[in-house]
């Protein structure tokens, strides 16, 4: 199979040969992996029980599927990745926020993923044949995860699609086994002595919906169109495109993090997850869960670098996207080992989470609503403008920036962060909410009104017009 060379540049109608199948399966086999599983162990961590997990966790993804998967239907129409298409809101130059939010969303999964699926593949193989677990034993597991990590996103989109559609059915099997494999030890209760995160009910179990839940689908914003830009709008409708996004989402999102609520309250993990799980396990389910953390792992986090991969390609044009790839894949790497030698699992990820939710819905939001306006509507020419180092076109606007969209995500980023509560950060507006994290929902009214009243409709497109 061939290395994919196509970075972010438009992608011919005659490659764009995958279908709506395609984008469940991808979406469905790359989350099939202990990196999205962990986040059905937060609830546990903060002291939910089974049912206030649940909820929480199909609240939040509920939510967040509604609001991301539209975004897979502007690279349908457009043929590059959201952050390029971004351009047509916030200016050539300006999608560079886009970009920016991508590459940070991407990093923190890649490295989660790497950490969580090197941690339970070492704690495996030390009960399987004795591997010490020292910091030596965990260096050389992160470095091989990451080294096939690396080659499956440089090969590029096909051959993980091809990774994804084995996963799709291979993890299936494999969680299925475990179900059986940690019955015996489930509890529906909470885990003994752990007590609200946020000391009530409420505070805790919002905090849930929006750490274990909302951000899955969150986590998609820049990526859905790293994949939907492959199928051809031609052969496909918006309807089924959409369909299959939410499908795809909502399958490839709860299974896991369901299967990961279980798993926490059956092993009693509410300070760590790996460790307990290894523990936990039956002696004939630890060759099925090596696989899980191998295979799975792999799948996941390379979707994940290679959208960084094209994140990078698109703020240094000039870089390969081969090249760019390689260059994230260190930096992911160097988080992996800061993941496990100096954080503390559960206030590392909760507050990653949460913060890059505040920073990336009010981006997501400006470009659904540019979407709405503009009718879907583009010219794919106009958007590769800074990436062939040129200037003019219809995405102009002021030297590649628009500048009011622009205001209007800081602005809203602004305000997320200054309302979010993580277990590192408070921001000063939680009085206002009663200390109930309200991120995500200012950040994203907030940016989408300010971008709604600084250009209106008409002002838009008389904008456009004489750029």
């Known amino acids: 199979m061939p290395i994919e060379q196509r970075g972010v540049d438009t992608i011919p109608d005659a490659e764009r040969t995958s279908g709506p199948r395609d984008l469940i399966a991808i979406l469905l086999g790359s989350n099939l992996c202990l990196g999205v599983i962990v986040f059905g162990w937060l609830p546990v961590s903060f002291g939910l029980g089974l049912w206030p997990a649940v909820t929480s966790i199909l609240a ?8 991301t998967a539209p975004l897979a239907l502007i690279s349908l129409r457009t043929g590059t990745n959201l952050s390029t298409s971004s351009g047509a809101f916030f200016g050539v130059r300006g999608r560079l926020v886009g970009s920016v939010v991508g590459l940070l969303l991407s990093l ?4 989660l993923t790497l950490w969580i699926g090197g941690d339970v593949m070492v704690g495996t193989l030390a009960r399987l044949i004795g591997l010490p677990t020292g910091g030596l034993s965990h260096t050389l597991v992160y470095t091989l995860l990451a080294g096939c990590t690396v080659v499956a996103a440089v090969y590029g989109y096909r051959l993980l699609l091809k ?4 996963l799709a059915l291979g993890m299936t099997v494999l969680l ?8 015996g030890d489930f509890t529906t209760a909470a885990v003994p002595d752990t007590p609200y995160l946020l000391g009530s009910f409420w505070p805790t179990w919002v905090l849930s919906a929006v750490a274990a839940g909302l951000s899955g689908p969150i986590a998609f914003i820049t990526l859905l169109g790293d994949y939907t830009r492959y199928i051809s709008p031609r052969r496909h409708s918006s309807k089924a495109v959409w369909r299959a996004t939410c499908l795809g989402l909502a399958a490839g999102l709860l299974v896991p993090q369901l299967f990961g609520t279980f798993t926490a309250l059956a092993a009693r993990g509410s300070l760590d997850y790996a460790g307990p799980l290894v ?4 002696v004939w389910y630890l060759v099925p869960l090596l696989l899980a953390a191998t295979a799975g792992s792999i ?3 390379g979707l994940m670098l290679y959208s960084m991969g094209l994140d990078l390609d698109a703020i240094l044009p000039r870089a390969t996207r081969a090249r760019a790839t390689l260059a994230v894949a260190v930096v992911a790497t160097a988080f992996v080992f800061l993941g496990h030698f100096a954080w503390d699992a559960q206030s590392a990820m909760t507050s990653f989470v949460l ?3 505040a920073v990336g819905t009010p981006w997501a939001v400006i470009t659904l609503i540019g979407h709405a306006r503009c009718g879907g509507e583009y010219e794919p020419e106009a958007l590769q403008v800074y990436n062939r180092r040129a200037r003019g076109g219809v995405y102009w606007f002021q030297a590649g920036w628009h500048p009011r969209a622009a205001a209007a995500w800081a602005l809203g980023a602004a305000v997320g962060l200054a309302s979010v509560s993580t277990p590192l950060y408070e921001g000063p507006l939680l009085a206002l909410t009663g200390g109930i994290d309200c991120s995500f929902i200012l950040s994203g009214v907030v940016g989408g009104a300010l971008y709604a009243a600084l250009t209106p ?5 008389a904008e456009r017009s004489l750029a």
Do not use: C, H
């Open 176 to 183: 299925a086994l475990g179900i059986f494999a940690y019955a």
């Open 299 to 301: 799948g996941n986090a």
């Open 355 to 357: 913060l890059l939710t």
């Open 108 to 111: 923190g999964y890649t490295a």
């Open 457 to 461: 409709r008409a002002y838009a497109v």
């Open 163 to 166: 990774l994804s559609k084995a």
């Open 60 to 67: 939040g993804t509920a939510v967040g599927v509604l609001v």
């Open 279 to 282: 523990d936990a396990s039956p």
